[in-house]
């Protein structure tokens, strides 16, 4: 049994392979009268599309989103939204090493054990470009919750840490890192530089906020906001944490100092810190919701790794081919997307029981 | 819209209030002709019982559980499996302070924001009461993958994290913290102490690893085990993170490092690492399926903090009653009820599409 | 795989057999602030009881409801909401002949081919005493669509059906048989006596009606209301058949026959004719909605039937106990409960699409 | 809140509207394995296809389908199987009589009130056209039960019913009514044919027959096997009336009339009778699974009929255009995607919690 949707109210579903001739989502629930064109959700798949810099995979792709459906004279109708972007650059190659040898650290042995057999090219389903299909689906689900604005950056990358004094959103955009920090950006330039160079690849962090979420979106007890959000992220390739507000760091703490002090506001409480990520029981607080993801560093590397064969051989791999040596990098485009995807849901949610 | 679900092919649904008459949980999906009485369940009740020691609340809880549908002649019949326990101590108090302030950190004001309302006793349905159905639906999910051993355990409390060099399994169930560690077990009695005397409170890591889980089980792209695991125990009340395998340490690393080499065994691969906790694209790898849970501190401490009543008025609200001066330790049967009830809904849900 | 649940945005899960202790409902998604009272289910339950003619089965079952969970202070909180029936009536009488032997017609032998084995006593889950727990539930929705009236009757027994000319609302309640026409109530008596006394049983159809639903409830393409209503119906026990309007009928006319008119109307278009029984693409139209329900003579009779037991041998079995003569009687309660939970749920879903 | 995703196993999503680009299907939760190629899907949507004889609509669609995911080396690989047909005679014409006026009997009133305005040109996403992509889906489900046969008729146009004595399932092919009954053939070539010349419209039933199905397969109590096709086949357009084995007419009888009397068997009992239509309690009997759907006269007609324009002023409408003058025809091969495609559902389910 497999699950490619996602959602509850605002539900999507995605299909394709790295090496198809094209991915698509389905996003259906979306409410009707919203004006959608495709130049409302190209500007994300830009934002996510290999091969801008050197850092990023080389594979060219367009990626151009057609919507094949669910619109009607500009506007949405209510009706499922289908969107395709075709692949085009499925570059010839040989994959007779990666078909016959499971690479560490890939889902080349699960999807064998589970399938009994595996589309080998790229990685098939279990590639990183199923992502694109996320993310278009998330440009849309922008629209839904207009009112919201959602931000996300590289907060880490191979442990070097952005300082927080240094934040600048306006940096966010202007180096290939998404850091917001221009001496952090600096810096791992030449960090960067040296995995690719090394055939190696690196971790990072990626921080994601959402402003504008009013008190009450969630809806307890196995639909909380941080749980979906925890799905969400960790579902995104490569992830391995997720951490809501202070995440591990509150473990340390004690009770005195996590607390986020409530004070009379203009518009319900204001908080005096914001320790828990704007989500208490599972609900919004109206604060920022704020969630943090650790990527694993890619395992396409080209420094050997011992492995198996299919039969069940000992010998070693190396991944070649067109890959990201910081798959964290590309990642903030797809956090930013769950993000928009499971705020929209839970506002239609709420909207559902409480009405409003 | 409200959901009290969690799960796809078993299927539980859990109700009830901190002091409401009962609550209780309905599994659905059960296989049929597995032997089961309220004595498989009720070990689980108890480890999670309050009041057992002085490290946790004092509230006196039997926890007894009643089995009222689902079984015949000692197995259940595939049909759902409904379970409850009586509440029984609901100490008449004085809730008006608590009705009229919002006690920060707690879901109080999230839920008024979302329902209008709240049922103020002892934290209504956003207590952590409501685990007690979980642990009792986890101890059927363990029958149904009678091959996985499921086993948690406290790896750090307020910051002091275990030495993995002193790990002995036999020590968990030895000391009032599930901890594996005599010596760290030993520090943390005066540290938790210590809190509880100043009226605060610590938070804590849970680690919970899984074996004999077979290689295969998980559902890309929306359903992975990773992606479950993650929303599962993110749901868990206090829980501010969670990481698969090395989680965000992974995020530091290079992907040499990271890399989990394989070597022909004798049943599929043997693996010479497990940075990845045993879950590669959203599958099982074979390898033990290893989680840790970030709790954070309760927010139920007797020192002071700001906040503001239902009417927008600045006060001050100490939170008293009998809690947990560490919620995490009793969060380990909780973690490992979750682990339990998505491992056995993941072996059905890849024996109905893989058969098997 | 089993599912216990049903609905979507309003979902209920059903729990417990004909004989253990007790069986109920859990209520969830229902929206906050909606009084609510044992006294507000107990009609219901009271309209379905058996015993209260001898034209229904003599168990004498009080159907107390209590709720145990979602209720603060009178009122709905959003959480779910916990209804139990206990079981008091479950006669002790020897089930050796229905252990060993299939009763054609019931679940005995697809029960026992799916699951193995079956709780046999009083048909266990499959039982129509389950319906109690979703006539409980139906009340419960009932209250979130306040401005929708639900009204069903029993139209037809044993093929001999009502006079529409003769329908009278009042009649309903004041015969034992739901009937709304005096004289066919009148002869019914006689037939479902006769019936009674063969030791047989007699079909019947329920037809239901709900004035005061708004145009625009459905969801299409797969949650249509229609087809929601069609599920919701034959999943009643001894339903072999669901017509919206004018059903098969509708069939075996032409278009212009089956048309129904518009004309302009105070609020929305008025309509000269309901075939289409309110429902137009799977969405509410303003017209009342209405349905029809063909309920199949109980195979429990006290006529032999030929049979094989579990081991393969043949046989006869005749039905002894407390049966109804005729289920579909109170299949009424049960058709119109399921009519208001599927309403109350698309009154949901279509808030968290459209708004309003 | 829509939803366009049926099936809980095995589910598939439609999309796509009558006048856009294309429509189509995503398959997801196939098993892994199952050879697949367009041709297997082809001849199922060939004959559904528009434009082959005078008695179905003008419109011509090659109906090619394009399988765009989910199949590797001509096998299913277990992830989503995405199906794409693209409209080509969506021939240009003067839509703006349908949309300023409402077509009594259509869903274009339905769709305005609940989303404020619709795609108006050929229906939307409320044609018919949509049953192409679950025709498609439906090919696919064959596939997964291949053991299970399934076949599909018409058994009575405009009232005129076949004469079961008559039945030659070898006629079904060779006449343009897909029916059985070469003599009732005869009949309903004029009989279609004066209301097509009439500008009119007539409604049928189709029979539906699904033999090999193994008795087990349903899932008690929301999830019934005869509650899943009672939703399938009410979904379907034009569809108001839906039976399992003698439906309505089991309604009629007495309790030793309507018993499936059992006689020792094979493999399980044999059955003397199938009025049960092969399902009881929900689960199938390993008795052929027969269902009878209703299908109205169109409401597209030429014949004017009374209706309203959005602004609510009054007027009459004549739906000009390509039309089916007796859409149950066509739904052959609907009802029969829509028998596959729930029975390989419940094959799936059934094997999640039984095994086997």
């Given at each position: 049994m497999s699950f490619n949707t996602f959602g509850r109210a605002l539900r999507f579903t995605t299909w394709g392979e790295s090496h198809g001739p094209a991915l698509g989502a389905v996003v259906d629930g979306c409410p009707p009268g919203i004006a959608l064109t495709e130049t409302d959700i190209q500007p994300f798949l830009d934002a996510r599309k290999p091969g801008t810099s050197r850092f990023t995979t080389q594979r060219r792709e367009p990626d151009e989103v057609r919507i094949l459906s669910g619109v009607f004279e500009g506007k949405t109708t209510g009706t499922p939204i289908s969107l395709m972007i075709e692949n085009t650059?499925?570059?010839?190659?040989?994959y007779s090493e990666v078909a016959k040898s499971y690479r560490p650290g890939h889902a080349d042995y699960a999807y064998d054990a589970k399938y009994?057999?595996?589309?080998y090219r790229g990685g098939g389903r279990s590639s990183a470009r199923e992502t694109a299909a996320r993310v278009a689906a998330g440009a849309v689900a922008r629209l839904i919750v207009p009112s919201v604005s959602i931000r996300g950056w590289v907060s880490a990358i191979g442990g070097d840490v952005i300082d927080e004094a240094n934040?600048?959103?306006?940096?966010i955009g202007q180096n290939?890192?998404?850091?917001?920090?221009a001496q952090a950006a600096a810096r791992w330039e030449s960090l960067v530089d040296k995995a690719r160079k090394d055939g190696s690849s690196l971790g990072a962090v990626v921080t994601c906020e959402a402003t504008g979420v009013p008190a009450g979106w969630g809806a307890p007890i196995y639909a909380k906001l941080d749980a979906d959000l925890a799905a969400g992220m960790m579902g995104i390739n490569a992830v391995k944490g997720v951490e809501i507000?202070?995440?591990?760091?509150?473990?340390?703490?004690r009770g005195e100092q996590n607390a986020d002090p409530m004070r009379p506001g203009a518009n319900g409480p204001d908080f005096e810190a914001n320790h828990a990520g704007g989500i208490a029981g599972g609900i919004s607080t109206g604060q920022p919701v704020r969630v943090r993801v650790a990527f694993k560093p890619t395992?396409?590397?080209?420094i050997p790794v011992p492995t198996v064969t299919r039969e069940g051989e000992a010998g070693e791999i190396v991944t070649k081919g067109r890959h990201d040596p910081c798959v964290g990098i590309r990642g903030v485009p797809v956090v930013e997307a769950m993000m928009a995807l499971i705020l929209a849901d839970h506002f239609m949610l709420h909207r559902a029981q409480c009405g409003g």
């Amino acid at each position: 049994m497999s699950f490619n949707t996602f959602g509850r109210a605002l539900r999507f579903t995605t299909w394709g392979e790295s090496h198809g001739p094209a991915l698509g989502a389905v996003v259906d629930g979306c409410p009707p009268g919203i004006a959608l064109t495709e130049t409302d959700i190209q500007p994300f798949l830009d934002a996510r599309k290999p091969g801008t810099s050197r850092f990023t995979t080389q594979r060219r792709e367009p990626d151009e989103v057609r919507i094949l459906s669910g619109v009607f004279e500009g506007k949405t109708t209510g009706t499922p939204i289908s969107l395709m972007i075709e692949n085009t650059d499925q570059r010839s190659k040989d994959y007779s090493e990666v078909a016959k040898s499971y690479r560490p650290g890939h889902a080349d042995y699960a999807y064998d054990a589970k399938y009994g057999f595996r589309d080998y090219r790229g990685g098939g389903r279990s590639s990183a470009r199923e992502t694109a299909a996320r993310v278009a689906a998330g440009a849309v689900a922008r629209l839904i919750v207009p009112s919201v604005s959602i931000r996300g950056w590289v907060s880490a990358i191979g442990g070097d840490v952005i300082d927080e004094a240094n934040f600048d959103a306006e940096q966010i955009g202007q180096n290939p890192f998404f850091c917001p920090d221009a001496q952090a950006a600096a810096r791992w330039e030449s960090l960067v530089d040296k995995a690719r160079k090394d055939g190696s690849s690196l971790g990072a962090v990626v921080t994601c906020e959402a402003t504008g979420v009013p008190a009450g979106w969630g809806a307890p007890i196995y639909a909380k906001l941080d749980a979906d959000l925890a799905a969400g992220m960790m579902g995104i390739n490569a992830v391995k944490g997720v951490e809501i507000g202070d995440g591990f760091e509150a473990a340390t703490l004690r009770g005195e100092q996590n607390a986020d002090p409530m004070r009379p506001g203009a518009n319900g409480p204001d908080f005096e810190a914001n320790h828990a990520g704007g989500i208490a029981g599972g609900i919004s607080t109206g604060q920022p919701v704020r969630v943090r993801v650790a990527f694993k560093p890619t395992s396409s590397i080209l420094i050997p790794v011992p492995t198996v064969t299919r039969e069940g051989e000992a010998g070693e791999i190396v991944t070649k081919g067109r890959h990201d040596p910081c798959v964290g990098i590309r990642g903030v485009p797809v956090v930013e997307a769950m993000m928009a995807l499971i705020l929209a849901d839970h506002f239609m949610l709420h909207r559902a029981q409480c009405g409003g």
